[in-house]
């Protein structure tokens, strides 16, 4: 009994939770790089604490890195460090240097930016402005919004306008009276998709490929603790026009042919979608460190490519069998098959008389914006995007291939040919050797 | 085995001296290039590097079939690099078993009693192998050939400087095997020796690439520290290694790098260069007798 007493209380001991048993992690304050990168698609927001050694850039594209002081703590979930910017986030005051072949080659003063993004314009993926211009996006931004907000106004009483004319029409029709015309519908604006941060204050960044280092110099001459770092501005190693290729029969599985070596291979008289794209390849590890530079998924032994931006304003001319033909980049949509069979078709895009206006929110659009190409019975085309002025594009050369179905055993026939070579060789040979062998030891004395 | 005249090396004159080892070099590559050509090694292997090759052809055709699309950069740079690779194995397995099989029947000592030095010696050894697998190259070639015809996938230009990249990595491979050989005693014990160069160099790459592919959860794996030592271990193979040149080689081929192949193509020479020479340096101080 006594025995079990002491189990049990040494048991309560060892389980007492303790401060230490659930602790929140322990923070440090850092002086950390915060950075809003451009990554050929959009900016990465992330930052460098001390334990980052590099950060990544790209070549001649703009970013801004903010020299921060905040608390930063382990976050042993996700295994990375993680700033606490929501209770400190303070911009250390200094000047950037950035240095490479131990010498000075540029500095940069603190100057305020933002980013702004619109999905509805062609930077979906964001454009960051610096100083003057940052300051005059920031008020444009405002003044639209207040534009959108005085147009949802205008909206919200379009639409009180429409419900008391309807119940008008409702009582007027209770009444006997015959309605000839009904009010037209308010259509609601289109969302406000522009986007924009305030202004922000970092160092912009704007290098040509290679190896560079960075610190920060203080009003007092000194160099800010932990603000040294490897700084590499990458550079694709190739770049060209890559395409997003989508079988008719498969629209939801795109491939990608971004190698300007790529060749599409299809069935005969298939029909392929090509939508264009901006492409370059980056290493892998360089290109995620880009975007996250704690990430260890990637490594330096691949290579990645990057589908930058669509490409409009260009035309496909397709060569096959002697004839040359050119396709303009046109709008699908992809309707369901009504019945059981749940199929769906891919049919060119057309507006109808009812469809809501353009620039509304309700307006409708293409499914998918490429070019139709359907492959020949047999052989290729030869596929090149022109520009507006008829030139062919630089790396946008494919050729589309209908493969011919065959039989295995047409395959396995070609195999048999050196078994064949070699069996006669090594027949002959034996033959040789023993006609030599038949020969009187005079005859033999002569051959050799 | 035909006489070779030799002049003494303190009489006979240096033009003298290398018209007679051009002649030794002569005679023992063809009889080697001979036994290879009429050997079914040669012609198994090539078949052996077919059937792999028309594994990767049938599947791309069969993806074509069912995804009704597929790209690829080069259709044929991966079934020759299969086919390639295959002949290579065998023509490193010819020339480890060379030197150690003739050291160990002891007509390597016979031989040398003749006008025969150790340079010309295995000059031509490394030349006859080059010959036979360039022989294996053209009818690998002419299959692929067949294929591209019957398949309608595309062979492209690049095809030629591939084959020309694969002869300079077959040399540095026959170099290899050639060095290999001199450091054993037994055919036995050459074959062992290259099956575990072989087998490291297989390990180094084919783990990195396995370990490059590894999901790593929550920027967490247990395998980081074995994937970093791997790939670091393989970025050094793959420039030590004549199938790492190969490899790269056909890289540049691909995504065509004129510099980086140029420079693969130096590289597979220089390997074949040091690998020939440390063999003949071996060779010397080892002696041919048994």
Known sequence: MRRLALILIVGLVALWPTPSSGQAPEKQRQFVWGLNSFNGVDFSTGFAPRSVDTIYVLADQESAIDPKRTDVYFWPITNEYRGDFGTVNEIVPGTLEIVRDGRVVATEPLSDYLLQFDRAREWAGGKIFFRDQARAQRQAFEDERASYVRRMHEYSDAMDRFNDDLEAIRKRADAGEKIDRMPDVPFQPADFTLFSTDLLQGFRIKLGAGEYRIRVRSEDGQIVPDSQKRLVAIAPRRQGIGYKVVPAEKWTAPEQANDPAAVLYTVPSGTVYLKPYATAEYNALEYARLQNPQDLQATANRWTWVQIAPISDVTLSLRGGGAERRAALDGFSVVQIPGPALGYAVVPFERRPGDPPPGSRAERSPDLVAFKVDAPPGGGLETRLLDGQGREIAGSARTVIATPARGDWQFALPVLAPVLLGLTAVLWRREQLQSIRSLPPEKRQLVA | ?290
């Open chain 2, 1 to 290: 085995m035909q006489a070779i005249a030799l002049e003494p090396a303190a009489t006979a004159s240096a033009p003298g001296r290398w018209r007679a080892r051009l002649h030794a070099i002569g005679v023992i590559q063809r009889r080697d290039l001979n036994g290879i050509l009429f050997g079914p090694g040669l012609y198994l292997a090539t078949a052996l590097g077919m059937v792999c090759a028309l594994i990767v052809v049938r599947d791309d055709l069969d993806a074509i079939a069912r995804n009704r699309v597929l790209v690829l950069s080069d259709a044929f740079t991966l079934p020759f690099f299969v086919a390639s690779s295959v002949g290579m194995i065998f023509l490193a397995l010819v020339a480890v078993a060379t030197v150690a099989r003739e050291k160990d029947a002891g007509t390597l000592e016979t031989l040398f009693y003749g006008p025969v030095d150790h340079a010309s010696y295995l000059l031509a050894k490394h030349l006859a192998q080059v010959a036979g697998f360039a022989v294996m190259s053209l009818m690998t070639a002419a299959l692929l050939l067949s294929y591209a015809g019957l398949s309608g996938l595309r062979l492209g230009w690049e095809f030629v400087p591939e084959l020309i990249m694969s002869l300079l990595a077959a040399a540095g491979v026959a170099a290899l095997g050639l060095l290999l050989s001199t450091l054993t005693r037994s055919a036995r014990g050459a074959l062992i020796l290259f099956f575990a160069v072989a087998a490291l160099f297989l390990l180094v790459h084919f783990g990195g690439e396995l370990l490059s592919a590894a999901p790593v959860t929550n920027n967490f794996s247990p395998l980081l520290f074995a994937r970093e030592l791997f790939l670091t271990l393989d970025g050094v193979v793959g420039y030590v290694s004549p199938f790492g040149v190969f490899e790269k080689g056909v890289d540049a081929v691909v995504r065509g790098s004129v510099g980086e192949y140029l420079g693969m193509a130096l590289l597979a020479l220089v390997q074949s260069a040091l690998l020939l020479t440390a063999a003949v340096r071996l060779l010397e101080r080892r002696g041919v007798r048994r």
